[in-house]
């Protein structure tokens, strides 16, 4: 398992420089400290289109986070 982790690891920080802000997007919440969480991620995909995607450029949500200390507190709705 460790061994995953480093190989996603190793992937990731080579994918983000060259994706972030391309196609590959972080929406981030603040609370009213000024605290700021990643809370929801989000990739572009580029398909052939058709009847299901008209257009060729379609998002998928990868992930959405919420730390176990700041539950039901809007911060995922926020970013979504």
């Given at each position: 398992?460790?061994?995953?982790?480093?190989?996603?690891?190793?992937?990731?920080?080579?994918?983000?420089?060259?994706?972030?802000?391309?196609?590959?997007?972080?929406?981030?919440?603040?609370?009213?400290?000024?605290?700021?969480?990643?809370?929801?991620?989000?990739?572009?995909?580029?398909?052939?289109v058709?009847?299901?995607?008209?257009?060729?450029?379609?998002?998928?949500?990868?992930?959405?986070?919420?730390?176990?200390?700041?539950?039901?507190?809007?911060?995922?709705t926020?970013?979504?």
């Amino acid at each position: 398992m460790e061994e995953e982790k480093l190989l996603i690891y190793k992937q990731l920080k080579h994918y983000s420089p060259a994706h972030l802000k391309i196609d590959f997007f972080a929406a981030l919440s603040e609370n009213n400290n000024g605290e700021i969480f990643p809370v929801a991620f989000i990739v572009i995909l580029e398909r052939p289109v058709n009847t299901s995607f008209p257009t060729p450029k379609n998002g998928m949500v990868l992930n959405v986070l919420t730390y176990p200390e700041y539950p039901r507190m809007g911060y995922a709705t926020e970013a979504l």
